[in-house]
């Protein structure tokens, strides 16, 4: 098994190449939904997405609450080839336990993930839609090319740091697997990510997120998402919204917020977040 001394190693000397490719006019963020999209940065630029939540759950069962805040880092570079993205995902999180007329304070990492991302398909790569001047008819039907989505896959893996949420005999390494697929319509996109996280092991968890985000102007986006999760650990199903709005091209601030529909335990979350596009030497 690969140590997390040579992965990170080979992660610090992949990220380290310029090249230049792909570029979009505004910031491409995943942000504020947990999906991932299925496009890159883009050659040559570095992205930092960043999201502080406070959260509040209460278990009916075991008469437990929790009360703390999140804090989400994502951080995106695109080297290599335009469709080729590497990433690290860290989650921290700081709350108080009641539990048994107890308070505990905890803190730590409940993840830390580095990954690849790589588009291996785009419907829209080299088609360019014409008019047909013989047929008005026939530039009013719908276009159903849209209906074909772009398709990514991501591979990544998790580290176990060993923190009060780790969960137990959890390896120090675990893969991480997500198939993504992203529409494009008029102002709407639709992403839809299938997750297989920790597979090969024990206790594996499978998930979707389905994420409907439409454009109200050039500036301003909303989101609609909806998660499920199936775990030995842990199962859900959360439902989240949110808005976003476009500062300049290269910086985005959204807010969101979002719940499940259980309560064992219940959850109430919400937050800010900052993403933020650095571009160097870019070739637009």
Do not use: C
Not at 221 to 246: H, P, V
Request: glycine content about 8%; aromatic content about 12%.
């Amino acid at each position: 098994m690969i140590s997390i001394r040579s992965f990170l190693i080979l992660f610090a000397l992949l990220t380290t190449t310029l090249q230049y490719g792909q570029y979009t006019d505004d910031i491409n963020s995943n942000r504020p939904g947990e999906s991932m999209g299925g496009f890159s940065v883009g050659k040559s630029i570095f992205q930092a997405e960043l999201g502080v939540y406070g959260i509040n759950e209460q278990h009916k069962l075991s008469n437990e609450q929790v009360d703390g805040f999140d804090t989400k880092l994502s951080l995106r570079y695109g080297a290599f080839l335009d469709k080729l993205e590497f990433n690290l995902d860290l989650l921290y999180q700081n709350d108080q336990q009641q539990l048994n007329f107890e308070n505990v304070s905890r803190s730590g990492f409940k993840q830390t993930t580095l990954g690849v991302k790589y588009l291996i398909y785009d419907p829209n790569k080299n088609y360019e839609k014409k008019p047909n001047f013989l047929s008005w008819k026939a530039n009013q039907r719908p276009d159903y090319r849209k209906l074909i989505p772009a398709v990514g896959l991501y591979a990544g893996m998790n580290i176990n740091t060993k923190s009060i949420y780790s969960f137990p005999n959890e390896p120090q390494i675990t893969p991480k697997v997500i198939l993504i697929t992203q529409n494009q319509f008029e102002r709407e996109v639709l992403t839809i990510n299938i997750i297989a996280d920790k597979i090969a092991t024990k206790d594996p968890s499978y998930s979707y997120i389905i994420t409907l985000t439409r454009g109200f102007s050039p500036r301003w986006i909303g989101f609609i998402e909806n998660q499920g999760i199936k775990g030995y650990y842990y199962s859900d199903a959360i439902i989240r919204g949110g808005a976003a709005f476009l500062i300049s091209q290269n910086l985005q601030i959204d807010a969101s917020m979002g719940t499940n529909f259980k309560n064992t335990p219940s959850k109430l979350f919400g937050g800010i977040g900052l993403s933020w596009r650095i571009e160097k030497n870019n070739d637009k």
